[in-house]
């Protein structure tokens, strides 16, 4: 099983910043079939990016991702207050797919 | 547009069946790009992946968990038996829309309570 670790927990940031968030695999993630979600509380999660890089429908442009093997980042630009939630990676390239513990983005 | 829904009890007692389902809207399950699932989340935490389609299972649930689809009623729906608190979580139903596309789409979520 691939364990992904995220870091930091938390990431507490004022508006117009640049938030950086780090997702580690234990072993390298298969084709790079790594996303990214938003969950706000109460919410289901959303797609951000798929395939570590692409973003999916609909997602602004201030979303980016980056990375293959194992060390993946989520960059988020221009925080808006809209921003504020959990943010877990997941790797679906080899069963069992995992999930990350999630980044808390608190907005100042 | 699709869109899934959570249906099922939302207390279960120890030692029985937890039942879900979920309807689905606005498209077919009989597409073949479209590959569906279960995720959970306890209480204040994360996410853990439960299954996907009818055969691959989280290794930690596999002896508890089925996973079947009605493409007639167009849902498919959750099984997982001998439930304990620590089964206690809230379940989301997905669907995957295209190959290696990731979750794009997701049900509301249905809370579910393992108490006698």
């Known amino acids: 099983e691939i364990v992904l670790t995220q870091s930091p927990g938390t990431l507490s940031l004022s508006p117009g910043e640049r938030a950086t968030l780090s997702c580690r695999a234990s072993q390298s993630v298969s084709s790079s079939y790594l996303a990214w979600y938003q969950q706000r509380p109460g919410q289901a999660p959303r797609l951000l990016i798929y395939?570590?890089?692409s973003r999916a429908t609909g997602i602004p442009d201030r979303f980016s991702g980056r990375g293959s093997g194992t060390d993946f980042t989520l960059t988020i630009t221009r925080l808006e207050p809209e921003d504020s939630a959990v943010y877990f990676c997941q790797q679906y390239g080899d069963s069992p797919w995992t999930f990350g513990p999630g980044t808390k983005v608190e907005i100042k | 547009q699709l869109q899934l829904r959570e249906s099922g009890p939302g207390l279960v007692k120890p030692s029985e069946t937890l039942s879900l389902t979920c309807n689905v809207s606005?498209?077919?399950?009989?597409?073949?790009?479209?590959?569906w699932g279960w995720v959970r989340q306890p209480p204040g935490k994360g996410l853990e992946w439960i299954g996907s389609?009818?055969?691959h299972y989280n290794p930690s649930l596999k002896s508890r968990v089925t996973i079947a689809v009605d493409t007639s009623k167009n849902q498919f729906s959750l099984r997982l038996t001998s439930v304990t608190a620590s089964d206690t979580a809230v379940y989301f139903c997905w669907v995957e829309t295209a190959y290696y596309y990731g979750i794009d789409v997701w049900g509301q979520g249905t809370a579910v309570t393992v108490s006698s």
């Open positions: 606005g498209g077919s399950l009989t597409s073949s790009s479209y590959y």
């Open positions: 389609g009818s055969t």
């Open positions: 395939a570590a890089s």
